[in-house]
């Protein structure tokens, strides 16, 4: 069963949209395993954000993701990574379909509401940013018979 960080970003929270977008991902029928609220420091940014060092958008990305709380959440089911990453659409919202959280709620690549990993390593190095093992529930839930 795979992990994957998801993050619901400033714009999302400002919105009013954070419901919506875990109430998405949950009918998915992916599970949350650690969830909490935090605004990032430039530090974190900077780190999560690190693979996009000195690329012209960076600076903007880092004021952005550290302007406001966001919600950092863990969700686990099977094929998380790929799963998650099709909910969410693609990067740039102009460009995402219709029936993905970036198609149906986004307009602008520098507000795209949620972040999701994009490769299990990634998955595993990020969670590690955010949570530590004790944050992380490991749960049962009777309907996953039902869904994996
Ligand atoms: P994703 O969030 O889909 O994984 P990414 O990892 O390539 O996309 O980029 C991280 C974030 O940086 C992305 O969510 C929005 C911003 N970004 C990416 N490309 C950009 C660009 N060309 N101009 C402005 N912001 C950009
Ligand atoms: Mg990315």
Same mark, same amino acid.
């Given at each position: 069963?795979?992990?994957? $960080?998801?993050? %619901?970003?400033? /714009?999302?929270? @400002?919105? !009013? *949209?954070?419901?919506?977008? %875990?109430?998405? *991902? ?6 949350? #395993? ?6 990032? =420091?430039?530090? *974190? &940014?900077?780190?999560?954000?690190? %693979?996009?060092? !000195?690329?012209?958008? +960076?600076? /903007?990305? #880092? =004021? ?11 969700? @686990? !089911? ?5 799963? %998650?990453?099709?909910?969410? !659409?693609?990067? /740039? ?10 198609? /149906? +709620?986004? $307009? ?14 990634? &998955?595993?190095?990020?969670?590690? *940013? +955010? +949570? ?9 839930? =009777? ?6």
């Amino acid at each position: 069963m795979e992990r994957s $960080l998801v993050l %619901i970003k400033p /714009d999302a929270i @400002q919105r !009013g *949209l954070a419901g919506e977008i %875990i109430c998405r *991902l949950e009918k998915r029928g992916l599970k949350i #395993v650690a969830m909490k609220m935090l605004q990032m =420091d430039k530090g *974190l &940014a900077q780190r999560h954000y690190a %693979i996009h060092e !000195g690329k012209a958008f +960076f600076n /903007d990305l #880092v =004021d952005f993701i550290t302007s406001s709380p966001i919600i950092a959440s863990i969700f @686990q !089911g099977k094929d998380a990574v790929n799963v %998650i990453r099709q909910t969410m !659409g693609t990067t /740039d919202p102009a460009k995402s379909l219709p029936g993905t959280i970036r198609g /149906d +709620f986004g $307009l602008d690549i520098g507000h795209n509401l949620i972040h999701g990993s994009d490769s299990l390593e990634n &998955a595993s190095k990020e969670i590690t *940013l +955010f +949570f530590s093992a004790e944050e992380i529930c490991d749960y049962h839930r =009777d309907i996953d018979k039902w869904i994996d």
